[in-house]
């Protein structure tokens, strides 16, 4: 499969396909048709991903999981000839991008472990405990953390959801802007944690909710991927070894 020269590079390896600047002119029509697309293809993978976990179609499910994600967020935006963020794997974004994350690490951090403490001070059955592949070893967790579960869920839930919804009101009005940011942020991160609900079957996984606000903000104020990323590994392993020092 061919793309338009000079979109895709290491700055960007995801197709991206130009069509409108951010928030210029959108017809109705066709924000009626992107809102309905991003709900029914948000449905269908996460049904599909439980379907294949519970019923163990292919193996090893921690891989397919994954891949469905990736293609079910590319493969309508190349369809339709959208343009899909960039990763933002260069120094200028690199930068602005850990400079970010560090932030967010030091108040979500933190809250973590008081969260997680007090939970066990209650007598509270810690909820969401991250699980390594089978017979991998931590290494291995690690990458699997960032490269399949952090790439994947931050390409879909980021990249294609929030990134539509970012596009579904084009104004140049800064305070119309900033609410449509913020609306995207909110339903992108309760997109997030109902597929967790779905998946894991496990009320607990709304605490996504609260990682996904911060995940949908790095994509804001960054407008790539890299952040958001490096977050989601960072916290899924934060979280792994918080939870252990509580049992």
Not at 90 to 106: E, F, M, P, T
Not at 177 to 182: F, K, N, P, V
């Amino acid at each position: 499969m061919s793309y338009p020269s000079g979109q895709l590079s290491i700055a960007n390896p995801l197709p991206t396909i130009r069509s409108a600047p951010l928030f210029g002119i959108r017809s109705k029509g066709s924000n009626i048709f992107l809102f309905i697309e991003t709900a029914a293809v948000t449905v269908v993978a996460v049904l599909v991903i439980k379907l294949i976990l519970t019923g163990s179609i292919f193996q090893p499910t921690w891989l397919v999981a994954p891949g469905i994600l990736i293609i079910a967020a590319l493969f309508p935006t190349v369809i339709t000839k959208r343009d899909f963020p960039c990763i933002g794997i260069n120094n200028k974004k690199i930068g602005h991008s850990l400079l970010l994350v560090g932030q967010a690490c030091l108040v979500a951090f933190p809250a973590m472990v008081c969260c997680l403490w007090l939970m066990r001070y209650w007598g509270f059955k810690l909820p969401l405990w991250a699980t390594k592949p089978p017979a991998q070893g931590w290494f291995c967790w690690l990458f699997y953390q960032f490269m399949y579960i952090g790439l994947a869920e931050e390409i879909f839930f980021r990249g294609y959801v929030q990134n539509n919804i970012l596009k579904t009101t084009r104004t140049t009005n800064h305070e119309q802007r900033r609410r449509l940011q913020c609306a995207s942020i909110i339903i992108s991160a309760g997109c997030f944690a109902l597929a967790h609900i779905i998946v894991q079957g496990e009320f607990a996984s709304v605490l996504t909710l609260f990682p996904g606000l911060v995940l949908g903000w790095l994509f804001v104020r960054t407008r790539s991927l890299l952040a958001p990323i490096l977050f989601h590994g960072l916290a899924n392993a934060a979280y792994f070894y918080m939870a252990a020092l509580f049992v």
